[in-house]
C-alpha cells in the first residue's frame, strides 16, 4: 500500500513539472511569435510588483491625467500644493489622428493656474499614419511660454506594418512636431518597449519611462529625464487612481526645457 501512495505521489510530480514545462514552452513561442503577448505579460509582472511610494532620490514631483480621471477638481490641487509639491503636470491632448481629449481644454486652462509647468502629449496609434496623427496635434495643441516640450506616448506595436516602418514614422512624427514647435519632443514609453524597439533608433531625445517595478532606476544606466512610477497614486482633487511621476534634476534644470 505505501509503494502504491509512492508511486502515486512521483506520477503527480511528473505530472507537475510536465505542465509547468509545457506552460513555460507555449509561453516562450507565444513570446516569439506573438510580441503583444510578452508586452501585455511584461506590464502585468510591473503592475504585480507596484509600490506607490516616490523613488528614493532627490526628485521633482509630478502627475499626468487624461479624460480618464473624469472632471477634477483644480481648485483642491492647487489648495493642496504645500502638502503634494507638484512640480509639474502633464496632460493628454490628443490620441490618433482624430481625437482630441474631452477634458483637455478646461485641464489645461486650470492647470495652468497651479503655478508650475504644464505639458501636452499624444497617444501614437501604431496602425495610422504619422502624418495625420501630427498635423492633428499641431491643430489642437496650442502650447505657451513656460510649457513642457510636447511629448510622444508610444507604447503599441503595429498590427499592420513592420516595426522599421513603426519607427520612421513615429520619427516622422517626432521631426512634423520640432518643426512646428521649434524643440524636440520628449518620448515617452516604458522599459521593456524601449529596450526592446527604440534603443538605438531615438539617439537625442529626452525620455520619459514608465517603469512601475524598479526603485533605483527605470532604465538601467541609460539617461532619462521623467519616471513614470506608479499609475495608482492618490491625489487630493482627482476621483481614482493617477499616475505618478518624477523629474531627474533640479528646478534650474526643469526650467531649461521649458519653451521660450
Not at 498590427?159 to 515617452?188: A, F, R, T
Amino acid at each position: 500500500m505505501n509503494r502504491i501512495r509512492s508511486s502515486k505521489k512521483n506520477i503527480y510530480k511528473y505530472l507537475f513539472f510536465l505542465l509547468l514545462i509545457l506552460n513555460l514552452s507555449s509561453y516562450v513561442y507565444l513570446a516569439i511569435k506573438h510580441p503583444r503577448f510578452h508586452v501585455f505579460f511584461q506590464r502585468q509582472i510591473e503592475n504585480i510588483f507596484e509600490n506607490q511610494n516616490p523613488p528614493i532620490g532627490d526628485y521633482l514631483k509630478g502627475i499626468d491625467v487624461s479624460e480618464y480621471q473624469g472632471i477634477i477638481n483644480w481648485k483642491t490641487i492647487k489648495s493642496n500644493q504645500k502638502n503634494d509639491s507638484l512640480s509639474f503636470i502633464v496632460l493628454r491632448g490628443t490620441a490618433g489622428k482624430n481625437h482630441r481629449d474631452r477634458f483637455y481644454k478646461s485641464n489645461y486652462r486650470e492647470a495652468k493656474k497651479i503655478g508650475v509647468p504644464v505639458g501636452v502629449y499624444h497617444y501614437y496609434r501604431p496602425n495610422e499614419s504619422s502624418e495625420e496623427q501630427a498635423n492633428y496635434f499641431i491643430k489642437n495643441i496650442k502650447l505657451s511660454a513656460g510649457d513642457l516640450p510636447p511629448i510622444l506616448d508610444i507604447e503599441k506595436i503595429s498590427d499592420v506594418q513592420s516595426m522599421s516602418k513603426l519607427k520612421k514614422g513615429v520619427k516622422n512624427w517626432l521631426e512634423i512636431i520640432e518643426q512646428h514647435y521649434g524643440v524636440k519632443p520628449i518620448l515617452y514609453t516604458y522599459t521593456y518597449f524601449y529596450n526592446t524597439y527604440l534603443v538605438d533608433d531615438f539617439v537625442g531625445y529626452k525620455l520619459w519611462i514608465a517603469n512601475y517595478s524598479n526603485f533605483k532606476t527605470p532604465l538601467g544606466n541609460k539617461n532619462w529625464s521623467f519616471w513614470q512610477y506608479s499609475e495608482k497614486g492618490r491625489v487630493s482633487g482627482i476621483k481614482g487612481p493617477v499616475d505618478l511621476d518624477v523629474f531627474k534634476g533640479t528646478q534650474k534644470d526643469l526650467k531649461a526645457m521649458l519653451l521660450k
